[in-house]
């Protein structure tokens, strides 16, 4: 909605997508979509961006905004970066978006590709990681997942309860947060 006190008030939080590949329809007319500069390349795990500057991305009319998201960082050996990006209110207008989110089927395990030499990741089940992601937003219980949770060496709870995970869900049935609260909470 219009911020009409102005300045930079948050639309949607700076956050990451969780999945594989979003498609976005941004209305040509309101830039308020902002991308933080990306990781140096090469780099590996979270980049909160601390000093690094917001960019207005301006929609070109008739094009689309594609970003990359966590299971892509995955998949590519860390060669592809999910960006940290944010929205800003405007003073005036209203911002109107379509986004759609490619992801993978729920019982997926996300690993590198072989062909990209060793593993940066070790295996991350997609239904788990977005129920995670999930309840860390919405449904405020359980800890904000991250990919650097997966980082080859890691130490994370996330790589033992999502054995637990695979072994309870059942995603041909529509999946309950509350139902299985237990096993997505610290």
Same mark, same amino acid.
């Given at each position: ?5 102005? &300045?930079?008030?948050?639309? %949607? ?47 070109? +009319? ?42 993978? &089927? ?11 030499? +060793?593993?940066? #990741? ?15 937003? #919405? ?23 999502? %054995? ?6 059942? #995603? ?15």
């Amino acid at each position: 909605p219009p911020n009409p006190g102005g &300045g930079e008030t948050l639309g %949607i939080s700076p956050h990451r997508d969780a999945g594989f590949l979003t498609v976005l329809w941004q209305d040509p007319d309101t830039h308020s979509l902002q991308v933080q500069q990306p990781m140096p390349v090469g780099s590996v795990g979270r980049y909160d961006g601390a000093g690094g500057e917001w960019t207005t991305v301006i929609p070109v +009319k008739g094009a689309l905004t594609i970003n990359t998201g966590d299971m892509a960082q995955i998949w590519s050996n860390n060669r592809y970066h999910a960006p940290l990006h944010r929205v800003l209110t405007h003073p005036t207008w209203r911002r109107y978006s379509a986004p759609f989110f490619y992801n993978p &089927g729920y019982r997926t395990q996300v690993a590198p590709l072989p062909s990209l030499g +060793k593993p940066t #990741f070790t295996p991350c089940n997609w239904g788990y990681f977005r129920a995670q992601r999930f309840a860390g937003d #919405f449904a405020d219980f359980g800890a904000e997942i991250q990919v650097d949770d997966y980082l080859e060496g890691s130490v994370s709870r996330h790589l033992h309860q999502q %054995i637990a995970f695979e072994r309870m869900v059942d #995603f041909r049935v529509p999946f309950s947060v509350e139902q299985y609260r237990s096993l997505l909470v610290n």
